[in-house]
């Protein structure tokens, strides 16, 4: 994991913007305010989803904490996120996790160094965070011959989807992993280690399934949050797509043309129709479409919704560095609002098709 | 005895074990440490070679298990070849010619690269590159000819730089086909490669030869032009038959886009990952 510390990482394309309003609302929500949300601000609604999701990767349900935590590890690796792995080896130094045992982590993950049961979970993790291509719910099913329920099959694939989904949004705007990758290595945190470690254990919980209103069954990709229902997540992934989904800075047709590229792009069929039927609704003509997704251009497309759509299917496989040039380009093109809704967007459709490995049955 | 000797006995009885016990922990150390190192390395080969073969690939490698099957993929095949390069290589100085070639190789790649596509092999003057081979992408058709176009006007400004050198300019011939071939690692134990092989390519490499022929320097098949965005400028050739087709080929020269230009990939710089 080292190496991550060593990968190229451009200047961040965001400021942070603490808005003391939002800080105050996310201290009562969630007891914190991550120090990520100040890049999002300008974005309020969509930050307090961010925040929300955030708060996810710390509980549980049905899997053990071991596990996750190698889930984690998986992802960050395939992503070279710097950013998120910076926040990885702070939360597990507060718990007690030295660095030489988080390097154990990485190699028994990457050698392969794991029970059966290990294995298996971590080879549909590689699958989902990879997807390349993108698994089916049957290879979903092949777990619960390794012992694993359906709710943990599933809750799997989410931390995965979560993960994915932080992943794209702090690499897209070069989320600065400066401050984070230092962190433990300073002295009053080193001091604070006790404290910090019950803190945050108190935060790593296990909680209690959870279940949707009959208000949030209803609405785009429902199927995708259902299948999630039981599991934390899907209260929150419902809000976060309604929110992104409302005109904001960028018009509801190009987030959803958002979700319809990257569906392209991995091969996920689902969220190409929920992309188009949304486009459709927001009144652009369904033959623009068909040629925007099979040629990224057509006279129906604004030039920024062309930018915007030349940065998603970039989202799907990336390396870092290229990808924050590339977003920096786009960047130049749209206001700071616009340019988070449309990482927000590719992130959260990043993370709707993974969660297809668990939802979707494909031909 | 006295007591001092029994002291001085304790104390060596004492002392083995401890040098044995601090002998031992430093073993265990230094083999961490180089673990760790090792560890490290493999992650760094793991990132280098992912971008000459799908991870899944290079794991299957790492984890030593030998037989890599082949899959089927759907490509896209770009294959270029210098026109004339026999004579030219004739006419100047070794050293001249592989500086030449070499300025040509690197601007090639930058255009393959900077539409998503990655070169497979040079073959003598030639390039293989590959578009969806390493990573599912619905976009390869628009790409490889996106990238046909783009290393011809790499090669323009290249023949500028070569013209007031006064060196001679090149010229190529660029086929580019789509279809489905089988991707693997293929070769001996001490050589081997991750390649596309198959009928696909072969067509690629028969339609670059066509360039010879008929009037187009860049030449695309049918199967290709059917995925293409249609604001490519492209011509009908006439029907030609290739080695190891038994039909004639519909083929088409394309010369240009009339649209907006496509957004390039990020360029990847030379340390990246």
Excluded at chain 1, 125 to 132: D, L, P, Y
Excluded at chain 1, 270 to 281: C, F, K, L, M, P
Excluded at chain 2, 222 to 245: I, N, Q, W, Y
């Amino acid at each position: 994991m080292s190496l991550l510390r060593d990968i190229e990482w451009e200047p961040c394309l965001l400021e942070p913007r603490p808005d003391p309003e939002l800080s105050d609302r996310l201290k009562k929500r969630f007891g914190r305010v991550s120090p990520s949300t100040h890049y999002f601000a300008p974005c309020a609604e969509l930050s307090e989803s961010i925040a929300a999701l955030n708060g996810l990767l710390l509980v549980r349900v049905n899997v053990d904490q071991d596990l996750l935590d190698k889930v984690g590890v998986v992802v960050s690796q395939d992503n070279s996120c710097r950013y998120c792995y910076a926040i990885q080896r702070a939360m597990m130094f507060a718990v007690g996790v030295s660095d030489e045992k988080l390097r154990r982590l990485a190699h028994e993950v990457h050698t392969g160094d794991l029970t059966d049961r290990e294995r298996a979970a971590i080879e549909f993790t590689r699958r989902v965070s990879r997807a390349n291509p993108l698994p089916r719910r049957d290879e979903a099913r092949r777990l619960e011959d390794a012992g694993f329920t359906d709710m943990q099959v599933k809750e799997i694939a989410s931390i995965v989807a979560i993960n994915v989904f932080f992943n794209r949004l702090s690499t897209l705007p070069a989320l600065p992993p400066g401050r984070m990758e230092a962190l433990p290595d300073r002295w009053y945190v080193k001091l604070a280690r006790p404290l910090l470690g019950r803190f945050i254990e108190g935060m790593r919980r296990p909680m209690n399934p959870t279940k949707l209103d009959s208000s949030e069954v209803e609405g785009p990709f429902s199927t995708v949050v259902l299948a999630t229902n039981g599991l934390p997540l899907a209260r929150e992934l419902r809000r976060l797509i309604d929110v992104l989904l409302s005109d904001g800075a960028l018009s509801r047709r190009s987030k959803a043309l958002v979700f319809a590229v990257v569906g392209r792009a991995l091969g996920c069929e689902y969220s190409v129709e929920e992309g188009t039927r949304i486009a459709i609704e927001s009144g652009m003509n369904p033959g623009s479409i068909d040629e925007a997704l099979d040629h990224l251009v057509s006279e129906e497309l604004s030039e920024k919704e062309k930018q915007v759509l030349g940065l998603a299917r970039e989202t799907v496989w990336y390396q870092p560095a290229p990808i924050q040039r590339r977003a920096r380009q786009v960047r130049d093109e749209l206001t700071t609002p616009e340019f988070i809704e449309c990482i927000v967007a590719a992130s959260t459709a990043n993370m709707v098709c993974r969660l297809g490995a668990v939802a979707v049955d494909r031909p | 005895m006295s007591d001092a000797v029994w002291l001085v006995a304790l104390l060596i009885a004492a002392a083995i074990p401890a040098g044995l016990y601090w002998r031992s922990r430093r073993e265990v150390e230094d083999l961490s440490r180089r673990l760790d190192l090792s560890a490290s390395q493999l992650q760094s080969l793991q990132l280098s070679f992912s971008r000459f073969a799908p991870d899944e690939v290079i794991e299957r490698i790492i984890a030593d298990e030998g037989n890599v099957k082949g899959d089927r993929v759907e490509v896209a095949v770009v294959f270029a070849d210098l026109v004339g390069f026999t004579a030219l290589s004739e006419e100047v100085e070794p050293d001249v010619l592989v500086g030449i070639l070499n300025g040509y190789f690197e601007r090639m790649s930058d255009a393959i690269a900077a539409h998503r596509g990655h070169v497979s092999k040079f073959i003598g003057d030639g390039i293989l590159a590959f578009f969806g081979a390493l990573s599912r992408n619905p976009w390869q058709c628009n790409d490889a000819a996106h990238a046909a176009l783009a290393m011809q006007a790499a090669l323009k400004e290249y023949n500028g730089e070569l013209r007031r050198e006064g060196l001679p300019s090149l010229r190529v011939g660029i086929g580019v086909h789509h279809g489905v071939g089988i991707a693997g690692l293929v070769g001996s134990r001490e050589l081997m490669e991750f390649t596309i092989i198959g009928r696909t390519v072969n067509v690629a490499a028969r339609v670059q030869d066509l360039t010879r022929r008929l009037d187009g320097d860049i030449i695309v098949t049918d199967a290709l032009l059917e995925k293409l965005d249609p604001r490519f400028d492209s011509r009908p050739l006439p029907a030609s038959t290739v080695k190891g087709v038994s039909e004639a080929l519909q083929v088409y020269a394309v010369d240009g886009y009339s649209g907006v230009a496509p957004v390039e990939a990020a360029p990847i710089s030379a340390d990246s990952p």
